[in-house]
């Protein structure tokens, strides 16, 4: 049990596009989820956490504006990153967590960004 | 503050030799959880153990052990007789509450190298 999915698993885009990554709590419901971003040969730095239904908490120094969050259901999250440059390329890593995982939060698998 | 340090950038072993991964944590909750995660090359994060702060029985796991020592606010691991395998970056990550929510707060990673 507690299967965090992501989707894509890896994406190459040009600078100026967006791009949608997913994460999905496969057999539980999350009522919250994390997403982390992790460049090379670093420690993953939350970005910012969401609740099912409401808006997203940021993390200081993360743009709200660029980093979209939406947590439509107790099983999906997504984030866009907006008009994408290569200083966004990174590794991405959802978390989900539900009330009875004793605080554990279950990892994806992350994307891989690259942007051109 | 709330704070993980992981001192070791990176450890170099031989093959069945056994080694010990610090952990050193700062917080001011009472209630709070230690955990640790191997990220193999692939960068899934791999679950490995779990510990709240009211249990410090020490717990072995395999090759794996672990040693919680409040008094120190310590988390260590060590793997006895390594392995190639288990060449990967490891993280230490404590879970305490920060605005309501109970957030990740992970350490820099020490990356273990094994030799055959």
């Known amino acids: 049990g507690a299967v965090v999915s992501q989707h894509p698993s890896w994406v190459i885009c040009k600078s100026g596009t967006s791009v949608k990554i997913e994460c999905r709590s496969l057999?539980?419901?999350?009522?919250?989820m994390f997403w982390y971003r992790q460049f090379p040969k670093q420690s993953l730095m939350l970005m910012a956490t969401?609740?099912?239904?409401?808006?997203?908490?940021?993390e200081q120094g993360v743009e709200k504006d660029k980093f979209l969050i939406n947590h439509a259901s107790l099983t999906l999250s997504t984030l866009t990153v907006t008009s994408a440059h290569p200083e966004d390329s990174s590794f991405y890593i959802c978390?989900?967590?539900?009330?009875?995982?004793?605080?554990?939060?279950?990892f994806g698998p992350g994307t891989r960004l690259t942007v051109l | 503050a709330q704070k993980v340090t992981q001192a070791q950038t990176e450890i170099s072993v031989v093959e069945k030799e056994d080694v010990t991964l610090d952990c050193v944590y700062e917080?001011?909750?009472?209630?709070?959880?230690l955990f640790w995660y191997k990220q193999p090359p692939s960068g899934e994060l791999v679950f490995l153990i779990r510990?709240?702060?009211?249990?410090?029985q020490n717990e072995i796991s395999g090759r794996y052990s672990w040693n919680f020592q409040k008094s120190t606010s310590s988390f260590n691991f060590t793997i006895t007789a390594s392995q190639v395998v288990d060449s990967a970056v490891y993280f230490c990550?404590?879970?305490?509450?920060?605005?309501?929510?109970?957030?990740?707060?992970f350490g820099t990673g020490t990356r273990l190298k094994v030799l055959a």
């Open positions: 057999d539980f419901q999350a009522t919250t």
């Open positions: 510990r709240n702060s009211f249990d410090e």
């Open positions: 990550a404590l879970s305490a509450r920060d605005s309501g929510t109970y957030k990740y707060i």
């Open positions: 917080t001011r909750d009472t209630t709070y959880y």
């Open positions: 969401s609740n099912e239904g409401s808006k997203a908490t940021y």
């Open positions: 978390s989900a967590y539900s009330s009875g995982s004793y605080n554990e939060q279950f």
